[in-house]
T-cell receptor, first 115, second 113 residues
C-alpha cells in the first residue's frame, strides 16, 4: 500500500506570492492533518480535515488555509508569503474512524523556502 | 491548554548503552500520548502510543515507554542503543476530538560507536 505522498518535495517562492501544497493520503484514510516544522518553533499543528470538513484548527493566521476533496486528497494554501513561512510542511493521514488517539502516518514533507 | 516538555534537546549514548528520553506533559484530562521518530529528510514514524490500560507500552524497534500519571511523565527507553537509533524523537499529546497533536521540542539522539 502506498504511503502518504506530498508534492512538490521542494519549493522556492518569493515574499508576497502564494503557494499550494498537495497531500495524497493512504488509500482508505479519511483524516488528513497538516503540520509546520521549523528549527525555532518545532512542530506546530495547522489543521485537520475529515470527510471534507475542517475538524480542528491550530493557531495560525488566516493566510493559511486548506481543503479536502471527496477522494480525501488535501491541499493547503498559504497566501502573501512571508520569510517566516519557510518551513517543512508535513501532512499526515489516518483512518479517521476513531474519535481520537489514532496513529498518524506522515509524508516526507514539502520543504518551502521563501526568499 | 496542553503542553509537552522534552528534557534535553540532545542526548548522546554509546552503542549498547541504555537510552532514556524524557517527556513530561500537562493536560487537564487523561491524554493520549505518543512517541514519534524522525530520520533525516523523512517524515515522522510512530514508535508507540498510550491510550488507556497498561501503563507500560511496548513499541517498535525495542522501544518502550511508561505512563506515570502522578509524575505526568511518559519517558521513552531502550535497553541497548544501536547505531540505527540515531534520529530525532518527539513526544506528543492529544486530547479532545480528532487527531490534533501537541508536540514537544524534540530530542536528537546520537549514538557513538
Amino acid at each position: 500500500k502506498a504511503g502518504v505522498t506530498q508534492t512538490p518535495r521542494y519549493l522556492i517562492k518569493t515574499r508576497g506570492q502564494q503557494v499550494t501544497l498537495s497531500c495524497s493520503p493512504i488509500s482508505g484514510h479519511r483524516s488528513v492533518s497538516w503540520y509546520q516544522q521549523t528549527p525555532g518553533q518545532g512542530l506546530q499543528f495547522l489543521f485537520e480535515y475529515f470527510s471534507e470538513t475542517q475538524r480542528n484548527k491550530g493557531n495560525f493566521p488566516g493566510r493559511f488555509s486548506g481543503r479536502q476533496f471527496s477522494n480525501s486528497r488535501s491541499e493547503m494554501n498559504v497566501s502573501t508569503l512571508e520569510l517566516g513561512d519557510s518551513a517543512l510542511y508535513l501532512c499526515a493521514s489516518s483512518l479517521g474512524d476513531r474519535a481520537q488517539g489514532e496513529k498518524l502516518f506522515f509524508g516526507s514533507g514539502t520543504q518551502l523556502s521563501v526568499l | 491548554a496542553q503542553s509537552v516538555t522534552q528534557l534535553g534537546s540532545h542526548v548522546s549514548v554509546s552503542e549498547g548503552a541504555l537510552v532514556l528520553l524524557r517527556c513530561n506533559y500537562s493536560s487537564s484530562v487523561p491524554p493520549y500520548l505518543f512517541w514519534y521518530v524522525q530520520y533525516p529528510n523523512q517524515g515522522l514514524q510512530l514508535l508507540l502510543k498510550y491510550t488507556t490500560g497498561a501503563t507500560l507500552v511496548k513499541g517498535i524497534n525495542g522501544f518502550e515507554a511508561e505512563f506515570k500519571k502522578s509524575e505526568t511523565s511518559f519517558h521513552l527507553t531502550k535497553p541497548s542503543a544501536h547505531m540505527s537509533d540515531a534520529a530525532e524523537y518527539f513526544c506528543a499529546v492529544s486530547e479532545g476530538a480528532g487527531n490534533m497533536l501537541t508536540f514537544g521540542g524534540g530530542t536528537r539522539l546520537m549514538v557513538k560507536p
